[in-house]
Structure formats: structure tokens, C-alpha cells
């Protein structure tokens, strides 16, 4: 709901705010370089002085006014000649023309009415309220994505548009609620909706009668300072039931050009204030600073307009248009799906077509905008759950635990919950299966168990679906044909050569970076943006199953690098194991987002073995922080799969890499990399407990016996493994 409340006012007033937001950054402007090119007023000077050095100069002066950035302006008639000019206080002389700044003039009406009269007010009042829904809206949801008020400036993921939007937002969204507030409450003003707060005082009806009292003789303008002035005007010439009018900080009053008594003053009221003090706020008048901030922050409103679209295009993109989708109320069947990368909303398109064939009304949505309250005529809810990372909630799954968990009570209607995931990850089917904890506990009735899919297996697919045939009584034929993501052709590069004489080839295949287009790096797609550690997807020839490397160069590096041992029979390993320079592979790019080194200056410990070793290798060349890097490397023997070992010695030169212990298993001693770190069991339970982070990389069975060893090392701390991982300082990609 709150993205909706934030998405549609966004794409509807874009033009208005923006208009708002350019105009009135460009206005911010005016009150400092005012404050700079006039000449301000020496410490102490007091009004009296000041009218005394202006009326020596000329005078027929009727008025002196000093603006918020100190500017002293006067104006007089001379033989009847109107004149005005800016003042340089030290000695009452113009310096400038009084001439209103046409420009300032020009931005001024366009950003109040946009040279449409009361039309143009009331449309850019409009523009104000819509960009302040947008702030306090925007504000929600950044806080949601980021877990909450207290983690604002917390690491933002997902492609660069939208990183950019958060990021901006941060910073802007106080400024345009400030903005947009004030503009709403001057709008309010000028259209008499608010009261007035306050009157001038009434002229007094008793005077001295006389004239020819200087104004550097009137004790009320000798005991002020021209920082207080606002206004003086002289009373009329050879007019003796005239007097001076004064109005300042403080208030308004009358003075005797006769003897120059106070005749009069009303202070200003505290609704006056209050005003005054919106009335700079919004336009920074009198505080220039706060001005330039507040128009810098008006400036990312086009920049979070323009990511915004792009967002909200690439979204309408990555979901599938799925035809007759029925509105939520009418609807039989509720599917609801949670996605990162788009696949999971093809499955849902392939069931939403087999259930509307089989006669049944079906909406589909993302679970993000679960809303049981909608759902009157509902026969069952069914939710298709991807994860992201190590147990997140992928995308359009946002929120969706903590709606549930606020319900009073579970709905009625039948549940159904589909997880998909990859069983290489320690995390498979985990938000689908926290998903399906918590309706439990709810009472969420339940239409048939858990089911998973691995690495988008359509037979996985068509297995459940004859299940929720069975549960629904219908027949139901499911045959999905997964969309792989847009692929690219990479060239191989070079290519090193490891362990033909141990009879287990491998390569570490360099490939050339392909060309990425302002869309794809706007959006995150393609190669635009990768770290070591996410996977790349081969397509061999011949098939249409991809296989998964991780990727052991980042983007800043220049190339995609993977490392590659050639398995029995294997027909992507067999390929890429023989591919020559200058050749091409098909692939795609899959984030891996529960395989990062994270931020901050924690050590990392590295434990990889065999061709785990790439990303862990990506992550000490990119280390150029040199942040503290342990690496447990295990191998068969160094004079076969010694992979990066002409690297690593240059890397601990340059400060990337710490430590660098191997252990060899087809040596004169067997020795595995769980036994080298028993081995440095002192060190690295001292690193543990000091908050260090462990990463493994590897075969199954391998991390099985990491894990074990650190049970061990870390016994006597009170840690395990299991903490760790909960704490997010324990991360594994197996295979």
C-alpha cells in the first residue's frame, strides 16, 4: 500500500515537482549572493546613524529598508523625481540600482503560480502536497528496505537506478518535507484559510504637532541596531500630524518627528513569528545557508524522479503481463508471488493459465500487497516464494512477515506455499520455509504441505502441481518453460592450465568484459555491475541447462574470470575446459548476494579448496583497503592445481592478503584444509571472538568438515557455527 502511495503520485506529478524543485533551487540562490554583493553594515552601527548618513546624502528620503541578507535600500524624491538605490551604510551613498532582479522576478512567478494567477497557485499547492506525500511515503519505504528507522544509513543492494534513489532520498527527504510543508502553509496564507495573527498599531491620534527632530537625535533609533531594522519611513514633508513609522524584529511602532517620543508599538504576536519563521524556512531569506542546503536537496527531486521511472520500467519488465488477472475481490484463487530476479512470476503465469483454464477466477499479485481484508470471495491463497540471500525476502516479497505477523488472527482461507531456491545454498527455500513457520504459528490453515523447486526445475514443477490437482479436485497439466535471463556472448581472453597430470584438468578462463549500455548500468542488468563471488550461467551447446561458476573477478577489474575443473561426462566442464582464446560462450550473469565480504574492517578468514579457491582468490585482489585477510587454501599438490599461486605472493606484498596457510592432500603427509585449521586453532578462535568473518568455498563434504573443525577450535569460546551464521559472520556457496 505504501508503495503504491508513494508510486503513482511520483509518475502522476513528476512534471509539477519537478518544475517546483528546479525553480526553487534556483531561487535558494538569490539570498546568499545577495548577502555577497551588498555591503553590510559595520558592528555596533545603530539606526539612528545610519537614517543620519543617509538623509546627509539625500534629502528628500522617504524610506530605508534593510532586506534579511542585510541589503540597506533607500528610497526618496528629489524635485519631484522618484529615486532608489542600494546603500553602502558606511556613508549613506548608493552603490547600485534598486531595480528589482527580472530573473528573480521571472523564477519567482513561475514558482508560485506558474504565471497562472490563483489557476497556478492552487496547481503548484497541489505539487507541494504531492511532493510531500511522496517524502513522508519515500521515507516509509526506505526505512523498510533498510530494516527499520535505526538502520537509515545502512548498505543498500539491487541494481544502480535504485540504489541511486534510496541513496538521494536519504539525504533530500528532510529538506522536501521542510519545503514541501512551508509552501502548503504559505499557500494557506495567501488564500486567507489561515488567521492573520496580529495588526500594525493604530496611528496615534495625539502628535507634538511640531517638526525638524533629527532621527540621529531619537533615543528609540540610537538604541538600535540597524541588524534589527526592517523598515523606516519618514513622515510626510511640511505634514506636522505625520510621524516616523518603525518596524523591526520586534514589533511595529509610531515616533514624534517632533521630539522623537515613542508614540506607539504592537510587538509581534507569536502566530507572526511562527510565520515569519515558515517564510524563511521556505525561501532562506535571512538564512542564506539554510537556503543553499534546501535548494540542494530540491535538486535531487529530477534526479530521484528520473531512477524513479527507470524503477518502475524495469519492474513493469521483470514481471510478466499476465492475461485476464482477475481483481483481488472477485477472485477464487489468490496467488501471490515473491520474486528478486522475475523467474518466479513466469512460474506464476503458467499456473495462473492452467487454473484459468481449469474454470477458476485467479488473481495474481506480488506478496508484497498481501491484503486478506480484499480477498471476499477467496477459496485459496496461494503463495509462490523465492529467497534472496541468506534467508531474505526477495523484492516483492518486502514486508509481507510483518503484515502477517500484525494480524489478530490467520485468515480462513486455505494456504498453499511453493518455495524456490537452489539446493547448492545452504539457505534453500528459507524465506518460503520462514513463510510457512509463521502461518503455523498463526493457525493459517493449511491446503497441502511445503513444496520446493530446485534451481527452477520444471519437473519439480510439474510434481507439486499434481499434488495441488489432488487438494483442489481439478485436473490440472502444468508445463512450464522457464525464461532464462537475457543472455550475452562472452570471448575467452586466455586461459592458465592446472592439473593434467593428476588427470583432473582445470582452467582459470579470463573473459573479456562485454560493453554495457547506459540502460543496462541505470538498471543493474547484464554485466553492468558483478562481484567476486556471484555466478555466472554457461550455456553449453546442445543444451538449454545453464551451469553456475562463481565468478572470481569483480567489474572494477576489467574481465569475468572463472575457474573451471572438467567433471566426468560433463558437457558445459568439457567444453569450457577446451575452449581456445578468442572463442565465445553464451551466459548470464546471477547475483549472489549471500556471498559478500560486507563492509567495514572486520578480518576475513578464507576457506576454500580445490576450484572454491575463485571467488575467495576475487576477494583478496580486491581488496585494496587491506583489510586483514587469513586464506585456508586446500589442494591436491602444488606442482597440479596450485591455483593463483604466481598471484598470491605480489598480493601479500601489496597488503590484499594477510596469511596464506595451504594444505595438501596428495602429498607425503595427506593433510586437509579443516586439519590446517586445527592447526592455527590459537589464531583463529583470537579472530573469531574478535568479530572476524568466516567464508567457505567449496565441495559439500568439505564444508561439512570446516564447519566440524570449528565446532572443535571454537568450543571453549561458547561459540559455534550456528551463532555465527545467525549473526551473519559464518557464509558458505557450497556445491
Given at each position: 500500500m505504501i508503495r503504491a502511495f508513494h508510486r503513482w503520485p511520483g509518475l502522476i506529478a513528476l512534471a509539477l515537482v519537478t518544475i517546483l524543485s528546479l525553480s526553487g533551487a534556483a531561487l535558494s540562490v538569490f539570498p546568499a549572493a545577495e548577502r555577497i554583493v551588498s555591503p553590510q553594515v559595520e558592528t555596533g552601527l545603530t539606526v539612528a546613524t545610519l537614517a543620519d548618513r543617509i538623509q546627509a546624502v539625500y534629502p528628500g528620503v522617504e524610506q530605508i529598508r534593510r532586506s534579511p541578507s542585510g541589503r540597506i535600500t533607500a528610497y526618496w524624491f528629489d524635485q519631484g523625481t522618484p529615486g532608489a538605490a542600494v546603500i553602502d551604510p558606511a556613508?549613506?551613498?548608493?552603490?547600485?540600482?534598486?531595480?528589482?532582479?527580472?530573473?528573480?522576478?521571472?523564477?519567482?512567478?513561475?514558482?508560485?503560480?506558474?504565471?497562472?494567477g490563483d489557476g497556478g497557485r492552487i496547481a503548484m499547492a497541489t505539487g507541494a502536497l504531492a511532493m510531500l506525500v511522496l517524502s513522508l511515503s519515500g521515507a516509509a519505504l526506505v526505512a523498510r528496505r533498510t530494516g527499520g528507522w535505526r538502520h537509515w544509513v545502512a548498505p543498500l543492494r539491487g541494481p544502480l537506478a535504485g540504489r541511486l534513489h534510496v541513496e538521494i532520498a536519504r539525504i533530500a527527504v528532510i529538506g522536501l518535507i521542510l519545503s514541501s510543508t512551508t509552501a502548503l502553509w504559505m499557500t494557506a496564507s495567501t488564500f486567507d484559510l489561515l488567521p492573520d495573527g496580529g495588526a500594525a498599531p493604530a496611528f496615534p491620534t495625539e502628535v507634538s504637532g511640531e517638526t525638524g527632530f533629527a532621527p540621529d537625535w531619537m533615543p528609540t533609533l540610537q538604541q538600535m541596531h540597524v541588524a534589527e531594522l526592517?523598515?523606516?519611513?519618514?513622515?510626510?514633508?511640511?505634514?506636522?500630524?505625520?510621524?516616523?513609522?518603525?518596524?523591526?524584529?520586534?514589533?511595529?511602532?509610531?515616533?514624534?518627528?517632533?521630539?522623537?517620543?515613542?508614540?506607539?508599538?504592537?510587538?509581534?504576536?507569536?502566530?507572526?513569528?511562527?510565520?515569519?519563521?515558515?517564510?524563511?524556512?521556505?525561501?532562506?531569506q535571512g538564512e542564506a545557508t539554510l537556503g543553499l542546503v534546501l535548494g540542494l536537496m530540491a535538486l535531487g527531486v529530477p534526479a530521484m524522479g528520473a531512477t524513479g521511472v527507470l524503477v518502475w520500467i524495469a519492474g513493469r519488465r521483470a514481471r510478466p503481463r499476465i492475461r485476464g488477472n482477475q481483481p483481488a475481490g472477485g477472485a477464487?484463487?489468490?496467488?501471490?508471488?515473491?520474486?528478486?530476479?522475475?523467474?518466479?512470476?513466469?512460474?506464476?503465469?503458467?499456473?495462473?493459465?492452467a487454473l484459468s483454464q481449469s474454470g477458476q477466477s485467479v488473481h495474481v499479485g506480488p506478496m508484497s500487497g498481501f491484503a486478506p481484508e480484499r480477498y471476499a470471495k477467496a477459496e485459496r491463497i496461494i503463495l509462490l516464494a523465492a529467497t534472496y540471500g541468506d534467508g531474505a525476502a526477495p523484492a516483492s516479497a518486502k514486508g509481507f512477515l510483518d503484515r502477517l505477523q500484525a494480524l489478530d488472527r490467520a485468515p480462513e482461507i486455505p494456504l498453499a506455499v511453493l518455495g524456490f531456491g537452489d539446493r547448492s545454498f545452504p539457505a534453500y527455500c528459507a524465506f518460503a520455509k520462514a513463510v510457512m513457520t509463521q502461518a503455523r504459528a498463526k493457525g493459517w490453515p493449511e491446503l497441502m504441505p511445503l513444496?520446493?523447486?530446485?534451481?527452477?526445475?520444471?519437473?519439480?514443477?510439474?510434481?507439486?502441481?499434481?499434488?495441488?490437482?489432488?487438494?483442489?479436485?481439478?485436473?490440472l497439466e502444468l508445463s512450464h518453460q522457464p525464461v532464462l535471463p537475457k543472455t550475452e556472448t562472452l570471448t575467452l581472453?586466455?586461459?592458465?592450465?592446472?592439473?593434467?597430470?593428476?588427470?583432473?584438468?582445470?582452467?582459470?578462463?579470463?573473459?573479456?568484459?562485454?560493453?554495457?549500455?547506459?540502460?543496462?548500468?541505470?538498471?543493474?542488468?547484464?554485466?553492468?555491475?558483478?562481484?567476486?563471488?556471484?555466478?555466472?550461467?554457461?550455456?553449453?551447446?546442445?543444451?538449454q541447462m545453464p551451469r553456475l561458476y562463481s565468478l572470481a573477478s569483480c567489474r572494477r577489474d576489467g574481465f569475468i574470470e572463472i575457474v573451471v575443473r572438467k567433471h566426468p561426462g560433463g558437457l558445459c566442464s568439457g567444453q569450457l575446459t577446451t575452449l581456445e582464446p578468442g572463442v565465445t560462450v553464451t551466459a548470464f550473469l546471477r547475483r549472489n548476494p549471500g556471498f559478500r565480504v560486507g563492509r567495514g574492517r572486520a578480518p576475513l578468514i578464507l576457506i576454500g579448496a580445490g576450484t572454491g579457491i575463485g571467488p575467495l582468490a576475487g576477494f583478496v585482489r580486491g581488496n585494496a583497503r587491506q583489510r586483514p585477510i587469513h586464506l585456508f587454501f586446500g589442494m591436491r599438490h602444488p606442482e597440479s592445481d596450485f591455483f593463483y599461486g604466481e598471484e598470491f605472493p605480489g598480493w601479500q606484498e601489496e597488503g590484499r592478503l594477510t596469511r596464506l596457510v595451504t594444505a595438501v592432500s596428495r602429498g607425503e603427509r595427506p593433510?586437509?584444509?579443516?586439519?590446517?585449521?586445527?592447526?592455527?586453532?590459537?589464531?583463529?578462535?583470537?579472530?573469531?571472538?574478535?568479530?572476524?568473518?568466516?567464508?567457505?568455498?567449496?565441495?559439500?563434504?568439505?564444508?561439512a568438515g570446516v564447519a566440524d573443525a570449528l565446532a572443535e577450535i571454537l568450543a571453549p569460546t561458547g561459540?559455534?557455527?550456528?551463532?555465527?551464521?545467525?549473526?551473519?559472520?559464518?557464509?558458505?556457496?557450497?556445491?
Open positions: 556613508t549613506g551613498q548608493g552603490v547600485a540600482s534598486a531595480d528589482p532582479n527580472r530573473t528573480l522576478r521571472w523564477l519567482t512567478n513561475l514558482h508560485r503560480s506558474l504565471f497562472l526592517r523598515e523606516l519611513s519618514f513622515p510626510y514633508p511640511g505634514d506636522a500630524t505625520d510621524a516616523f513609522r518603525l518596524k523591526t524584529d520586534r514589533g511595529t511602532g509610531y515616533l514624534d518627528q517632533g521630539n522623537g517620543a515613542l508614540l506607539a508599538w504592537e510587538g509581534l504576536t507569536g502566530w507572526e513569528r511562527v510565520s515569519e519563521t515558515i517564510y524563511m524556512l521556505h525561501t532562506g477464487e484463487t489468490i496467488l501471490l508471488v515473491g520474486s528478486e530476479g522475475g523467474s518466479t512470476w513466469g512460474f506464476a503465469a503458467t499456473l495462473h493459465a513444496g520446493t523447486i530446485d534451481r527452477q526445475s520444471p519437473q519439480d514443477f510439474a510434481r507439486w502441481s499434481r499434488a495441488l490437482s489432488e487438494a483442489l479436485g481439478i485436473p581472453l586466455s586461459r592458465r592450465d592446472y592439473g593434467a597430470e593428476v588427470q583432473a584438468p582445470t582452467g582459470i578462463l579470463r573473459f573479456a568484459l562485454p560493453r554495457a549500455t547506459l540502460w543496462q548500468r541505470l538498471t543493474g542488468q547484464g554485466f553492468s555491475r558483478f562481484t567476486a563471488g556471484d555466478l555466472i550461467g554457461v550455456l553449453p551447446e546442445g543444451s593433510h586437509f584444509v579443516q586439519d590446517a585449521l586445527r592447526g592455527e586453532a590459537t589464531q583463529v578462535a583470537d579472530l573469531i571472538r574478535d568479530g572476524a568473518r568466516v567464508m567457505v568455498c567449496g565441495g559439500r563434504d568439505m564444508a561459540l559455534t557455527p550456528a551463532v555465527l551464521k545467525a549473526e551473519g559472520r559464518y557464509v558458505e556457496d557450497v556445491y
